[in-house]
């Protein structure tokens, strides 16, 4: 069988195929191996193009495209899909629902390997018929033919699983609602009861300083609030804090202000007296008003 094997194939097709099939066999163990289902699942994938291609490669164009379209395209989303829809966490595979189901797969995939051995070693090969009268009644008459024929039962239960699959995603992720939902007058009477922040906050960032939406805005006591931020920022502790920076310009206002009503000729706040108008009663306006001029100059 070596040596007709050796005769009949040529060197770039042993070449293609050991390579194809040493990707196909790590991407079927990857599928089983795999902790997470999807991975899982994109690996199934990759391991049915593999076999696309070696249908395309031996001639049957049109079950190579099959291959590719109904089942890597169709049927893998339709896992995908049920997997997403449901949820899979690993979690899930360290609970058993059955107990002893463990050892059950073992001793079930024990027995199917022990089976597929014995029927490789008493397999016998016949003279190869090769591509032309294989195909010479028609690819897709061929391939229809054994489907509606010899594999109609095989073909029918393949469908009411894949049907079976995506019905019970929907029934597995559907919730019927147990209670009434709650009107908007009800939610503000819960909200009030439990004492949370009814009136709206105020907008992040601090104005006339900054307005960047990764500083707390500040409440009318001059404190920063960390509900003004983003929760995503709230939670990756990516706030930052100005309200020290606020503080050293407001005594860097008062403390300008108060030399201003040191020098002469200034209003005191105790004496009444008008030196420089009505705004030197107020030390902030003053300041405020020092500010603008020299701005302005």
Same mark, same amino acid.
């Given at each position: 069988?070596?040596?007709?094997?050796?005769?009949?194939?040529?060197?770039?097709?042993?070449?293609?195929?050991?390579?194809?099939?040493? #990707?196909? +066999? *790590?991407?079927?163990?990857?599928?089983?191996?795999?902790?997470?289902?999807?991975? %899982?699942?994109?690996?199934?994938?990759?391991?049915?193009?593999?076999?696309?291609?070696?249908?395309?490669?031996?001639?049957?164009?049109?079950?190579?495209?099959?291959?590719?379209? +109904?089942?890597?395209?169709?049927?893998?989303?339709?896992?995908?899909?049920?997997?997403?829809?449901?949820?899979?966490?690993?979690?899930?595979?360290?609970?058993?629902?059955?107990?002893?189901?463990?050892?059950?797969?073992?001793?079930?995939?024990?027995? @199917?390997? *022990?089976?597929? @051995?014995?029927?490789? !070693? $008493?397999?016998?090969?016949?003279?190869? $018929? !090769?591509?032309?009268?294989?195909?010479?009644?028609? $690819?897709?008459? !061929?391939?229809?033919?054994?489907? @509606?024929?010899?594999?109609?039962?095989?073909?029918?239960?393949?469908?009411?699983?894949?049907?079976?699959?995506?019905?019970?995603?929907?029934?597995?992720?559907?919730?019927?609602?147990?209670?009434?939902?709650?009107? &908007?007058?009800?939610? =503000?009477?819960?909200? #009030?009861?439990?004492?949370?922040?009814?009136?709206?906050?105020? =907008?992040?960032?601090?104005?006339?300083?900054?307005?960047?939406?990764?500083?707390?805005?500040?409440?009318?006591?001059?404190?920063? %609030?960390?509900?003004?931020?983003? &929760?995503?920022?709230?939670?990756?502790?990516?706030?930052?804090?100005?309200?020290?920076?606020?503080?050293?310009?407001?005594?860097?206002?008062?403390?300008?202000?108060?030399?201003?009503?040191?020098?002469?000729?200034?209003?005191?706040?105790?004496?009444?007296?008008?030196?420089?108008?009505? %705004?030197?009663?107020?030390? #902030?306006?003053?300041?405020? !008003?020092? &500010?603008?001029?020299?701005? %302005?100059?």
């Amino acid at each position: 069988m070596t040596a007709l094997a050796a005769y009949t194939t040529s060197t770039g097709e042993a070449v293609q195929f050991w390579v194809l099939a040493t #990707v196909a +066999v *790590i991407g079927a163990l990857c599928t089983i191996l795999m902790r997470k289902a999807v991975h %899982s699942a994109l690996c199934l994938a990759g391991t049915m193009i593999i076999l696309a291609v070696f249908y395309l490669a031996n001639g049957a164009y049109f079950l190579g495209i099959v291959q590719i379209v +109904v089942y890597t395209g169709a049927i893998m989303m339709l896992f995908l899909f049920v997997v997403m829809l449901v949820g899979v966490t690993a979690a899930d595979s360290l609970k058993e629902t059955i107990k002893g189901q463990r050892w059950l797969a073992a001793l079930c995939g024990l027995g @199917f390997a *022990i089976l597929l @051995f014995a029927g490789i !070693g $008493n397999a016998s090969l016949k003279d190869f $018929n !090769g591509l032309a009268k294989a195909n010479e009644g028609g $690819n897709v008459e !061929g391939l229809a033919s054994l489907i @509606f024929t010899k594999y109609v039962f095989a073909f029918e239960i393949t469908g009411a699983l894949l049907i079976t699959a995506t019905v019970g995603a929907m029934v597995l992720t559907h919730r019927e609602r147990t209670e009434r939902a709650k009107t &908007q007058r009800e939610r =503000a009477e819960e909200r #009030v009861r439990e004492g949370k922040h009814l009136p709206p906050l105020p =907008a992040p960032g601090v104005y006339a300083r900054h307005n960047a939406v990764d500083i707390a805005g500040l409440l009318p006591d001059g404190t920063p %609030s960390e509900l003004t931020v983003n &929760q995503t920022l709230r939670e990756r502790g990516q706030i930052r804090d100005v309200s020290s920076e606020a503080l050293n310009d407001l005594r860097a206002l008062e403390q300008r202000a108060a030399d201003r009503l040191e020098r002469p000729g200034s209003v005191r706040p105790d004496t009444g007296r008008s030196g420089e108008g009505d %705004s030197g009663s107020d030390p #902030v306006a003053a300041a405020a !008003g020092e &500010q603008t001029e020299e701005a %302005s100059k």
